[in-house]
C-alpha cells in the first residue's frame, strides 16, 4: 500500500545570497518565477498530492514571508521560527520534529528554490508508492543530468538497481542530482546533533546502516539559484 503522507516540510530559511540582488528586500522563496512565488510552486505541488498540512521554517525577512503564507487557504501551515539561530537543513528538520509539528510517517520534505514537473504521473504519490518505511529511513527524489535544468555540479548519489543510495566519489560524476525533495522517517531524526547541521549528517548514517534510498524523477526539474537561471525556467516551463 502507499504510504499516506500528513505532513510536508518546506525548507524556507535560508538567506538567498546567490540569488542577490533580488532577496535585498523580500526572503528567497517569494522571488516570482513564471509569475508565482517560487514558494508557490512548491505549495502546490504538495496540495495537489492531497497534503493538507504544511510546515515551513523561516528566518531572513521572516514577517514577510509569513504574511503570505496566511494566504493559503487550501492547508494548514504551521511556522517553524528559526528568527534568532539559522539551523541549516538538519537543523531546521529536528526543531519543527521536536516541536510536534510532524504528524504520521512519513514526512516529505522540500526545498522552496527547486521546481519540478511530473512525468507520467504525480511525483509525490510515486514517492509514496514506493515508500518501505521497514527498509528505508529516507527516500530520495534524484534526477538524471539530461532532465536538470540550471544544475552545473557533477551529481550527487550512486544509486543501485534496487534503488540503495551511496555516495559520489570526490573527482568523479555521477548521474544523479538531489533535487531538494525527499520523504523521511522519524527515524532519521533521532539522537540528532544540537544546533546547526546538514541533513547530510543524517544520511550519512543512513548511508551506514543501508537505510538510504532513491527513486529516478521522471519529469524534468529546475535549479532556480540565482537571478540568471529564471529567465531559463519560465521559457522551459512555457514550452520553449
Given at each position: 500500500?502507499?504510504?499516506?503522507?500528513?505532513?510536508?516540510?518546506?525548507?524556507?530559511?535560508?538567506?538567498?545570497?546567490?540569488?542577490?540582488?533580488?532577496?535585498?528586500?523580500?526572503?528567497?522563496?517569494?522571488?516570482?518565477?513564471?509569475?508565482?512565488?517560487?514558494?508557490?510552486?512548491?505549495?502546490?505541488?504538495?496540495?495537489?498530492?492531497?497534503?493538507?498540512?504544511?510546515?515551513?521554517?523561516?528566518?531572513?525577512?521572516?514577517?514577510?514571508?509569513?504574511?503570505?503564507?496566511?494566504?493559503?487557504?487550501?492547508?494548514?501551515?504551521?511556522?517553524?521560527?528559526?528568527?534568532?539561530?539559522?539551523?541549516?537543513?538538519?537543523?531546521?528538520?529536528?526543531?519543527?520534529?521536536?516541536?510536534?509539528?510532524?504528524?504520521?510517517?512519513?514526512?516529505?520534505?522540500?526545498?522552496?528554490?527547486?521546481?519540478?514537473?511530473?512525468?507520467?504521473?504525480?511525483?509525490?504519490?510515486?514517492?509514496?508508492?514506493?515508500?518501505?518505511?521497514?527498509?528505508?529511513?529516507?527516500?530520495?527524489?534524484?534526477?538524471?543530468?539530461?532532465?536538470?535544468?540550471?544544475?552545473?555540479?557533477?551529481?550527487?548519489?550512486?544509486?543501485?538497481?534496487?534503488?540503495?543510495?551511496?555516495?559520489?566519489?570526490?573527482?568523479?560524476?555521477?548521474?544523479?542530482?538531489?533535487?531538494?525533495?525527499?520523504?523521511?522517517?522519524?527515524?532519521?531524526?533521532?539522537?540528532?546533533?544540537?544546533?546547526?547541521?546538514?541533513?547530510?549528517?543524517?544520511?550519512?548514517?543512513?548511508?551506514?546502516?543501508?537505510?538510504?534510498?532513491?527513486?529516478a524523477h521522471q519529469g524534468r526539474w529546475f535549479d532556480v539559484g540565482t537571478p540568471a537561471s529564471?529567465?531559463?525556467?519560465?521559457?522551459?516551463?512555457?514550452?520553449?
Amino acid at each position: 500500500m502507499p504510504a499516506t503522507i500528513e505532513t510536508a516540510m518546506v525548507m524556507a530559511a535560508g538567506l538567498g545570497t546567490r540569488m542577490r540582488p533580488l532577496t535585498a528586500d523580500r526572503p528567497k522563496p517569494l522571488i516570482e518565477v513564471a509569475g508565482k512565488a517560487l514558494i508557490d510552486h512548491t505549495l502546490d505541488r504538495i496540495a495537489a498530492a492531497g497534503i493538507d498540512h504544511t510546515v515551513v521554517n523561516v528566518h531572513y525577512l521572516p514577517d514577510a514571508l509569513e504574511a503570505h503564507l496566511r494566504n493559503r487557504a487550501d492547508m494548514a501551515v504551521d511556522v517553524s521560527d528559526e528568527r534568532n539561530l539559522l539551523l541549516e537543513t538538519g537543523g531546521g528538520l529536528v526543531k519543527a520534529h521536536r516541536a510536534g509539528f510532524f504528524r504520521g510517517d512519513p514526512i516529505l520534505c522540500a526545498n522552496s528554490d527547486n521546481i519540478w514537473t511530473d512525468g507520467e504521473g504525480d511525483t509525490i504519490l510515486a514517492m509514496a508508492d514506493r515508500w518501505d518505511g521497514d527498509a528505508m529511513d529516507a527516500l530520495l527524489l534524484l534526477v538524471g543530468h539530461d532532465r536538470a535544468l540550471g544544475h552545473g555540479g557533477s551529481g550527487d548519489f550512486r544509486m543501485d538497481a534496487n534503488g540503495l543510495l551511496s555516495r559520489r566519489i570526490p573527482g568523479e560524476a555521477t548521474p544523479y542530482i538531489f533535487t531538494g525533495v525527499q520523504l523521511i522517517s522519524h527515524r532519521l531524526l533521532r539522537d540528532p546533533l544540537e544546533g546547526p547541521f546538514s541533513t547530510n549528517v543524517l544520511w550519512d548514517r543512513a548511508i551506514a546502516e543501508g537505510r538510504l534510498y532513491g527513486i529516478a524523477h521522471q519529469g524534468r526539474w529546475f535549479d532556480v539559484g540565482t537571478p540568471a537561471s529564471i529567465a531559463p525556467t519560465e521559457l522551459a516551463l512555457a514550452g520553449g
